[in-house]
């Protein structure tokens, strides 16, 4: 299963391809539709001109953002085709039929008609759900997936063994074996070591290998103290991919293996780089997000302030002093849901099911109404909409001295939602944050504004489904 490295971010080719099929379909689903609600229609036309296409089209793109803000495509999904067929009608007849209501109301020339929506609908999702089983199917046949090699058998080598059994049986490759290099003392079980990987060429042909990476305890300590540049270059000319383990790992995680990483690889690796006009382009997602998302929120935050004071009285916002770009600190709002003497014995991690949090501040926070106040927070440019969680300066100090490259996290500004809280969920611990910081360094390394699009698409999913929260 290859993949692709699209605005900074690894796709795998099949889900591209499958995004290209489901378009295709669902644009057909449209003339489908046209064609059961309109019988003097006798046949089935396509033209790229007429309206029906752009209308077709904005209704293949509109299912398509709800399918992947309910996490449908997700690699990891385990709930099976029950499951695919749950989130399919709720991103369709929920989350599509709402977004296409809304749209259709700013731009009605692009309006289908009730019955030719609904019909579409239908037909879509009876196309559809047959296309995804298939598609889950086959990515997950053996003989689809890439076949790798692992040069090396040491700790570094047995650390991405233990990233590939955690990835269970939806990974998009396969482990043909690992070689040998050197003296390197083996941590890999022998049964897992291949023998007769002398030539390391002839050995990836013999196991049709589309990929060597390279896994190595100590690079000067392979072929009699030399790095085996002359197998690898003999592999790489025969058309196989050498990759780095660090880099693999990133690749097929979404992440960064702290573990793996040395203080120069962030100068040298891809990545980290600055760019104004992307700069520019993120502060001015920011500033439309915002005002559009002020438009619709201002009723329920007027509601939540009500309701919070209510309950417990005021104040009703709380204030908070968080660490932003560069280390510089900055005051955070949020509504308050916590009692007010919830922080009497000082700063504490918030907890499973925290008794400090009152009835009013668990459904915010499930909700995560108690995060709008922020939009001030990215409007006045402290915060972006996307980015690293901030976090306190009292556990930023704490965490800085057990963790390295904590302090890289603060290389962009800190946002309402990121990467860490799509992958991870909610950290209370040191240990939390370094798993957390795990992913917040590949989105510092990555930042794109197609990435942040991805990342507010998929939080729909996270907000519907309160993941992540305590």
């Known amino acids: 299963m290859s993949y692709i490295r699209l605005f900074n971010h690894y796709i795998h080719t099949p889900y591209l391809i499958l995004g290209c099929v489901e378009l295709i379909v669902l644009m057909l689903s449209v003339h489908i539709g046209a064609l059961i609600c309109f019988p003097e229609i006798t046949e089935l036309v396509i033209e790229v001109s007429s309206p029906l296409f752009v209308q077709s089209l904005v209704f293949g793109l509109a299912l398509m953002a709800c399918t992947l803000a309910i996490g449908v495509y997700q690699s990891k999904l385990t709930e099976g085709h029950i499951g695919v067929l749950i989130r399919t009608i709720v991103s369709y007849c929920l989350l599509g039929a709402s977004f296409l ?96 990987c002398g030539d390391l060429a002839q050995c990836a042909k013999d196991h049709r290998v589309n990929e060597i990476v390279v896994a190595l305890d100590e690079r000067r300590k392979t072929e009699g103290g030399r790095f085996p540049v002359d197998s690898l270059l003999d592999a790489k000319l025969e058309g196989v991919e050498i990759t780095e383990s660090i880099a693999f790992f990133e690749r097929e995680t979404g992440k960064i293996e702290l573990s793996m990483v040395n203080p120069s690889w962030f100068v040298f690796s891809k990545g980290f780089s600055f760019s104004q006009s992307r700069d520019m382009l993120k502060r001015a997602f920011d500033l439309t997000v915002c005002m559009v998302l002020l438009i619709f929120a201002l009723p329920f935050m007027l509601l939540t302030a009500l309701l919070v004071f209510a309950e417990d009285g005021a104040p009703v916002l709380f204030k908070q002093t968080r660490v932003g770009i560069n280390g510089k600190k900055f005051t955070l709002y949020k509504f308050r849901s916590m009692r007010k003497d919830a922080e009497k014995d000082g700063a504490v991690w918030a907890k499973q099911n925290d008794d400090r949090i009152t009835r009013i501040g668990n459904f915010i926070r499930n909700t995560r109404l108690d995060e709008l106040p922020q939009i001030y927070n990215v409007v006045k440019g402290d915060m972006s909409f996307v980015g690293p969680r901030p976090e306190r300066p009292e556990f930023v100090d704490g965490v800085c001295q057990g963790i390295p490259f904590y302090n890289e996290r603060h290389r962009v500004k800190p946002g309402l939602m990121g990467w860490a809280q799509l992958k991870y969920p909610y950290g209370a611990s040191v240990e939390d944050a370094e798993n957390k910081l795990k992913y917040d360094l590949y989105y510092t390394k990555n930042h794109s504004f197609m990435l942040d699009l991805l990342i507010v698409v998929q939080t729909v999913e996270v907000v519907l489904l309160g993941k992540g929260v305590r």
């Not at 049986?169 to 291949?194: C, N, Q, R, T, W």
Request: charged letters at 20%; a negative charge; glycine letters at 8%.
């Open 101 to 196: 209501t809304v749209f259709y109301y700013l731009i009605p020339s692009l309006f289908l008609g009730r019955g030719v929506l609904s019909v579409s609908i239908l037909v879509a999702y009876v196309l559809v759900f047959p296309v995804r089983v298939l598609f889950f199917w086959l990515v997950d046949v053996d003989a689809l997936k890439r076949r790798v090699l692992v040069l090396g058998t040491g700790k570094s080598a047995e650390k991405l063994a233990s990233m590939i059994q955690a990835e269970g049986d939806v990974a998009s490759f396969s482990i043909m074996g690992y070689v040998k290099a050197g003296d390197e003392s083996p941590s890999i079980p022998d049964e897992h070591i291949l023998a007769d």
